[in-house]
């Protein structure tokens, strides 16, 4: 029976009472279809030995599984032989005589894994050597990733791979009415889990996405290019009837141009042109008109002019013939207006004008246009006589002018036309009087009036203007009268009439503004007192809040809140971190994995449509909770920072799977790896400038009351312009208050060889334990990227720095650098530099680069250090020496060129070092900084006057 007391079916043996026991049960032969790993769930019930009186000293409590490949199934044969061990199993609970009283068993389930099978199929088998157990249920089963749909892309069933650690790339089939964009891919993971989707299908022409697949477009809508864009509703004036249409039909009298898109408006051609007239003298014939009333819903409107010469039979007209020239041209007229020059005396001349656009020529429609006759054998109406100035102020001049005397038509109204005449120098001490007109640079002034006369109003004082007047009638303008020149009076002319106006506006000034200075002062004392007294009230209660909090907190400076302290950490991520929606988000490749999945670069869409590139952190798929916030506080801790040489934060996406977090992407990867990558390849002061950005970057952490904790170079991105900048969070932790105060962990790897004393031994660690670090980075710049300590082990790098050992100066490093990281190396870590005075003294350096040529190899004696120098350990014969620094295969090389003492080993060169036949560059390195540290030693002793 079961637990539920239902009864099953079960295999079991129990013969306990009998010695040697070898009892085998084997299972049919079972094909592996695509498994390439397999898993064994055993479910099963286990009697206690203890339980069974009488029993045998060789009762067990466990039983055995074996697996067997094979290509076909071998009939009833069985030889153990064959069998290959998995693994025993054990029972995590047993049941006893009083439980089979109450009939309640004990089920245990087990599950093993096999792989990989090769062959076609395979045989499990269960050996039991003497227990009493009972054999439930056994499923056997493999992995694969099911067949999904992502980004309208088809994915198979796939099996993963053997190796938990690698990835299968699988690459999708766009789905029914989709096609490729960008190649859909899809990553298989050991556990049967999708990760890391790239690429992606779209809709075709004429279809939408629709729940996950492409649908056509319905009547009435449609869709003219591929995307993941929604079906649009027809443009004005055109129409569609059927599906999975990509452009929409014209509406009757409506067209569309070749060069329209599909997403433009059907429009149709223009009406006719307006108010069309023309002006005529002996030389020219000026034609003007309106534009259409009905544009036809375009902008691309032009004219043309056709002429024709008429008789007395208006149905006989003949086109003119080219003789006669349009000013600038007849057809593709953007303006309304053209001038007609070489026309003939005593000749009717018809202008047809008519307006055109993009979609004229396709329309069968009559051509509409605007008709004007010019007969060129009408006299011209005389031209306006004599102007003269009635009266002139500062700013208006009076006109009038007679009549014509035999004007041919009715004189409609007069156009005043003026502008104003300017002086010019040619040369120092003579003038001229020079007309803008005569450079182009005229800007006309008119009016019109329909007596003889006006008053121009609006013109500068003292100043001479140019007036000229032309008539309008019935046929349209006629010519400008010659020029007239008069001038407006000066300042003073009208002073006397003003002065009683000046004398009240003067006064009435003086008591506004003297109203206005009362007012002003009211309210700035009034608004100063009431501001004094919040600004009180605020200091005191902010004051208050600090001191019931048991610190007090300096105005201006950023506090780093720890998102432990939150009852929900997962409010820290969304107070911290912006959410950004996915769709935003486009991955490219994977670059890398990570402790809780893979690392991809990819471009983030920012709201202002502009994209930047981005890498995404994925949570892999089947996280736990717990892994899932420990995820994503290194979100909350990165959000609250801002700080060029920070990692900068661009959001998270918590919502929809997989949760990501998005940062700033540095297109040079990790600096020590970038250093090892371009050895060799910078200046000292570039690489300064690199250590300076680190040092500000920590500055920013540690005004914030933040340490790091795993400051290294590896933990360094730098992006394109070599900027570094501080990353990987993970194990950073915040500071109390107190500034004598550290943090002190429970667990966790630390890592050793970036790591302070004191953080090793008591694992504690500060502002000055990241310091120390600090330190370490240096000399990892200095020496591109070489290993810190080299091959030395972790248990012999701190038994070497508790014994006063400091790693040397790299080849070609400064003396200032090497002083720095001593300091930073201190034993007494309130004795090491703050990050404030590192990046004072890196600005120093940097400011006086002359400072940096003195490099250690060069110098003649010990530098001189505010801190204590570190004593080296003393070696007797170059073997020991050797072998210290883990260099000991060389031993021979040393001896056989001569080099039997550490004097003549001191005075080796780097050509020395290669030309014993030492050829590995890192050795060669290793090699010369630790002869810089063994000269400065001896010449340390010598010093203190004992011989070497």
């Known amino acids: 029976m079961d637990e539920h007391n239902r009864p099953i079916h079960t295999y079991q043996v129990c013969n306990v009472m009998e010695a040697n026991q070898n009892n085998w049960l084997r299972t049919n032969w079972i094909s592996r279809d695509a498994a390439q790993k397999i898993f064994v769930e055993m479910k099963f019930t286990l009697r206690d030995c203890n339980s069974i009186p009488w029993v045998l000293g060789t009762c067990k409590e466990t039983f055995n599984l074996y697996y067997m490949e094979s290509d076909e199934s071998h009939g009833v044969k069985f030889k153990p032989s064959q ?11 047993s049941f006893t005589q009083m439980d089979l009283g109450d009939r309640i068993l004990k089920l245990n389930t087990e599950v093993r894994e096999v792989g990989p099978i090769n062959r076609k199929g395979f045989y499990l088998a269960f050996q039991d050597i003497g227990a009493c157990i009972a054999l439930v249920s056994v ?10 749909v992502r980004n309208l892309a088809m994915f198979p069933d796939t099996v993963p791979r053997v190796d938990s650690s690698s990835l299968v790339e699988v690459r999708g089939s766009c789905m029914k009415y989709a096609e490729e964009r960008d ?10 889990d999708w990760l890391v989707p790239l690429g992606r299908c779209v809709c075709s022409i004429g279809y939408e996405e629709v729940d996950g697949s492409c649908h056509a477009c319905r009547p009435s809508f449609y869709k003219p290019f591929a995307g993941n864009v929604k079906c649009s509703k027809c443009p004005p004036h055109s129409f569609t009837y059927i599906d999975a249409t990509s452009v929409c039909q014209c509406e009757k009298g409506y067209f569309r141009a070749e060069s329209d898109p599909p997403t433009m408006a059907c429009t149709k051609p223009p009406s006719a042109p307006r108010n069309a007239n023309f002006n005529i003298n002996e030389t020219a014939l000026y034609l003007e008109w309106s534009p259409p009333s009905d544009m036809g819903g375009r902008k691309d409107l032009t004219y043309s002019v056709i002429c024709k010469k008429c008789g007395s039979d208006p149905s006989q007209c003949e086109v ?12 593709g007229l953007t303006n309304s207006f053209v001038t007609v020059l070489d026309f003939l005396a005593h000749v009717n001349y018809t202008f047809e004008i008519e307006a055109m656009n993009g979609v004229s020529e396709l329309s069968f429609s009559p051509k509409q246009f605007a008709a004007l006759t010019v007969a060129t054998d009408q006299e011209a109406p005389s031209f306006v006589g004599m102007l003269r100035k009635d009266w002139a102020s500062q700013s208006s001049i009076a006109l009038s002018w007679k009549e014509p005397d035999y004007p041919n038509e009715v004189i409609l109204d007069y156009e005043i036309k003026y502008y104003e005449k300017v002086v010019s120098r040619i040369a120092p001490g003579f003038w001229r ?3 803008k007109e005569e450079h182009g640079e005229l800007s006309y002034s008119s009016t019109k009036s329909k007596a003889p006369s006006v008053i121009i109003t609006g013109l500068k004082p003292a100043t001479k203007y140019i007036f000229h007047i032309r008539i309008r009638t019935a046929a349209g303008y006629r010519g400008y009268s010659p020029k007239f020149e008069f001038e407006t009076g000066d300042e003073t002319s009208d002073l006397a009439a003003e002065q009683g106006q000046i004398l009240v506006i003067a006064t009435a000034a003086v008591g506004g503004f003297t109203l206005l200075v009362i007012l002003t002062l009211f309210f700035l004392i009034t608004g100063r007192c009431q501001w004094y007294i919040k600004a009180k009230m605020n200091s005191e209660e902010k004051r208050q809040s600090h001191l019931q909090n048991g610190h007090l907190q300096f105005p201006g400076i950023k506090t780093y809140i720890d998102p432990d302290t939150y009852e929900d950490p997962s409010l820290a991520v969304h107070e911290f971190a912006k959410e950004i929606d996915p769709s935003r988000i486009r991955i490219e490749r994977v670059i890398g994995a990570g402790e809780f999945g893979e690392v991809c670069s990819g471009r983030l869409r920012t709201p202002a449509k502009r994209e930047i590139a981005v890498a995404i952190k994925t949570l892999k798929g089947g996280y736990m909770e717990r892994q899932r916030k420990d995820f994503l506080r290194e979100a909350s801790i990165m959000g609250q920072f801002d700080h060029p040489n920070i990692i900068r934060l661009e959001g998270v996406v918590t919502k929809s799977r997989p949760v990501m977090i998005v940062v700033e992407y540095m297109e040079n990867g990790s600096l020590d790896c970038f250093l090892r990558k371009h050895d060799g390849h910078f200046t000292v002061i570039q690489l300064v400038g690199m250590l300076r950005g680190i040092a500000s970057g920590m500055k920013y952490l540690s005004d914030m ?6 400051l290294a170079a590896r933990n360094i ?7 570094c900048k501080v990353s990987d969070f993970g194990l950073s932790r915040v500071l109390e208050d107190d500034p004598e105060a550290a943090y002190t962990t429970t667990g966790g790897k630390i890592p050793i060889r970036w790591t302070a004393p004191e953080a090793i031994a008591y694992r504690k660690f500060s502002s000055a334990s990241d310091a120390w670090s600090y330190g370490i980075v240096m000399w990892e710049v200095m020496s591109y990227g070489e290993r810190p300590y080299w091959e030395m082990c972790n248990q012999d790098v701190i038994l070497s720095i508790e014994e006063g050992y400091r790693l040397p100066a790299p080849m070609g490093c400064p003396v200032s650098l090497h002083q720095l990281m001593l300091h930073c190396w201190h034993k007494e870590r309130n004795h090491r ?3 404030l005075d590192i990046v004072s003294f890196l600005d120093k350096l940097i400011r006086t680069p002359g400072s940096l040529h003195t490099l250690v190899e060069d110098i003649l004696g010990i530098p001189e250090s505010p801190g204590d120098v570190p004593e080296y350990p003393v070696f007797v014969s170059v073997t020991d020496w050797l072998d210290s620094i883990k260099m000991g295969q060389y031993t021979t090389n040393f001896l056989a060129m001569g080099f039997t003492s550490l004097d003549l080993v001191s005075r080796m060169s780097i050509d020395d070092i290669r030309g014993i036949g030492i050829a590995l560059i890192g050795h060669q390195r290793r090699i010369a900084s630790s002869i810089q540290t063994l000269r400065l030693q001896m010449m340390h002793i010598q010093e203190k006057g004992f011989h070497v």
């Open 705 to 710: 009351g933040y340490v790091h904790r795993d």
């Open 183 to 192: 190649t859909p891919k899809l990553y298989c993971g050991a556990d049967g």
């Open 433 to 435: 009087w020079l007309r």
């Open 139 to 148: 499923r056997v089963y493999y992995k694969k990733c099911p067949f999904t």
């Open 83 to 93: 069998y290959s061990k998995i693994d025993t199993i054990a029972a995590d609970e």
């Open 717 to 723: 991105l730098v992006n394109s312009n070599l900027v």
């Open 320 to 331: 003119c013939d080219g003789g006669l020239r349009f000013l600038p041209r007849n057809t």
């Open 833 to 835: 530099p703050r990050f």
